[in-house]
């Protein structure tokens, strides 16, 4: 009986700290995703748009002259959600040298403007405005630390 009681009490114990720990850990963490959107606006937005919607009349899809690609959306109307937490973590970081050196690409890196932290954040924000749909199908296949 007494240990009956005990047990019940671990258990209850480990299902509050295994809820509690994925809040923090998972993608829907409110605090990072605001801040992310804030360092987004900051950092981004000039580029990929307000709330990453991709610059009004600008197809980021049609080569530009020079040959390189125009900033996408990363809302979830391009294809941003295609690759792993990882490698957009990537991108955010190197920019376009993520690709290798023969890519023309003109993405900046922010690897020393922006922690692993800050780029988590960010990767939380984005993920936010992705429609639950895509949202679901990406948390299938990917873990956040992939
Ligand atoms: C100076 C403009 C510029 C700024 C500022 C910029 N980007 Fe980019 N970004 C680009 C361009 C251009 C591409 C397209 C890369 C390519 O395919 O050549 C890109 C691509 C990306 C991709 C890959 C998208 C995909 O679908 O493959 C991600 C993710 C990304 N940027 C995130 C960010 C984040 C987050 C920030 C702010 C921290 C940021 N970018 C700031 C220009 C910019």
Redesign the pocket.
């Known amino acids: 009986m007494k240990y009956g009681l005990y047990r019940n009490f671990l258990a209850g114990l480990l299902l509050f700290g295994g809820a509690a720990s994925f809040a923090i850990a998972g993608w829907d963490d409110p605090a990072a995703i605001a801040k992310g959107e804030e360092?987004?606006a900051r950092?981004?937005a000039?580029?990929?748009g307000v709330k990453?919607a991709g610059k009004p009349g600008v197809d980021?899809k049609k080569k530009l002259a020079d040959g390189?690609?125009?900033?996408?959306p990363?809302n979830g109307t391009?294809?941003?959600?295609?690759?792993s937490p990882k490698l957009?973590d990537r991108?955010?970081a190197q920019?376009?040298k993520t690709?290798g050196d023969a890519?023309?690409?003109?993405?900046?890196g922010?690897e020393k403007?922006?922690d692993a932290s800050d780029?988590l954040a960010?990767?939380k924000y984005?993920h936010s405005l992705w429609p639950e749909e895509i949202r679901k199908r990406y948390d299938k296949h990917f873990k956040l630390e992939e």
């Open positions: 360092l987004f950092n981004c000039v580029c990929h990453a980021w390189s690609f125009p900033p996408p990363l391009a294809h941003a959600w295609h690759h957009l991108i955010i920019g376009a690709y890519y023309k690409g003109w993405m900046p922010f403007k922006l780029r960010i990767l984005l």
